[in-house]
Every structure is written in C-alpha cells, then in structure tokens.
C-alpha cells in the first residue's frame, strides 16, 4: 500500500529526542526516508530501532550543527545519492542553564548564540540548493512561547531565530520552498522541565502526538 511521503527524502536536524525524533517517526511512518542529524549518537540509534520497527527506513548522520563542513559535506552527500531532498524539519536548539539576567554567563550566551541564530543561519544557506529542486518542497521549524524567568540567553537567541525565519518565509512566499513556523504545545521534554522544574508533567503533550498534529495537515 502506498504512503503518501513514498518517495521523498525528508532531512530532520535535531532528531535524536523531543519534537525532532517523533517528526522523524512521523515522516518514516509515512513513507519518507529520513536522514537524522543530531550529536547524540544513542538518541539517533533509538529512533533508527523505532522507524524501522515500524516499516520505515533512516539514514543516521551524527554530527554537530555548528561544524560548517560536516553540514556541507552531508548536504553534499544527500545530492549525490538522491539528488535533492524534499522536507527539512529542523528542532535542534540549545538551553543554557537558567541565569539572572545580569549574570548571564559569556559562554552560556555564545552556545546559545552559536546553535539557535549561527548555526540555522548557515543551515538554511547550506540546506537551501538541496531541496530547491523538489516539487512542493517543506522547511518546517517549532517555536515556543515559554515566559520562564531566568531564561534572558535562550529567549533572546530563539528571538532572533524567530526573525530570521519569518524572514525566510516571507522571501520565499512566491518562489518556494514552504516556510512553516509551527508552535507545539508544551511537551514533557528536558529542556521544558529546565525551565518548569516542579510542574505536572502528566498535563503536558507528548511529542508524539504534537508531530502527528502539526505535520499532518501539511502533508495530507
């Protein structure tokens, strides 16, 4: 029976665990084949054991986003095997540790820096030419509204991330790809409980669930 992802190749950067691993499931579920970028190599080989227990295939990519020639060699890589990519969805951020905004640390705030704002600015120049080419090509990002004190460097970072892609998708309304800035609802994930320590976390979405809402109606 055919799926209605057959065929494509669908590109997830952050896919070892939260959002990125359920939209990387999702996708395979689907029919896609998913090539998973993220660091941490066991999160990445859990998720390969969970697509294909479910019939689904994925290629496994560990490396660092903020290593430009490790992106322009798997950007390279996908061209040379499929010739293109189709669906790009990117859920890779970094939360420094909570801080008084006076005493945000300089390292804290350049990790936050060198993954949320430098490292999508050179992924979306990098992934851009690889899925160009596709018919209905898809650039899909989450977003969030977390009002948390103590959270300066990570807002301020996911706010310039923010710019940066209505930007994007605001260029790209009549010559493609799709931009989509989608907004999960809050999910039980370690970052959330970071910044929410001590709430109920039974209440909350599971990751699953958010993928399937949100991916579905762009696809279907």
């Known amino acids: ?25 999702w996708l395979a579920e689907h029919g896609a084949h998913v090539v998973a970028v993220a660091r941490t ?10 697509i294909k227990a479910k019939g ?12 430009d020639d490790a992106i322009a060699h798997l950007c ?7 010739g293109k990519a189709d669906i790009w969805v990117h859920a890779a951020i970094h939360a420094s540790p909570l801080s ?6 300089k390292k804290d705030l350049e990790a936050d820096i060198a993954v949320n704002i430098r490292a999508l600015s050179r992924l979306i120049a990098m992934v851009e030419p690889l899925i160009a080419p596709a018919e209905a090509a898809q650039a899909i990002f989450f977003d969030d509204d977390w009002e948390a004190k103590f959270g300066g460097a990570y807002g ?6 923010r710019a940066l892609i209505e930007c994007w998708q605001k260029e790209t309304v009549k010559i493609g790809p799709q931009v ?12 959330r409980g970071r910044f929410y320590p001590g709430e109920n976390r039974d209440k909350l979405a599971p990751p699953g669930a958010e993928a399937a809402r949100l991916l579905a109606p762009l696809f279907t």
């Open 180 to 191: 989509h800035l989608l907004r999960p609802a809050p999910m039980p994930t370690a970052t």
């Open 156 to 161: 301020m970072s996911k706010a310039a991330q």
């Open 100 to 105: 008084p905004a006076p005493h945000i640390q």
């Open 56 to 67: 689904g295939e994925a290629t496994l990519a560990p490396m660092d986003l903020t290593d």
């Open 1 to 25: 029976m055919s799926k209605i992802l057959d065929g494509r190749i669908a590109l997830v950067t952050g896919a070892s665990r939260g959002i990125g691993a359920a939209s990387a499931e």
């Open 41 to 50: 190599v066991g999160g990445l080989e859990d998720l390969d054991d969970r």
């Open 76 to 82: 390279r890589s996908i061209y040379d095997r499929w």
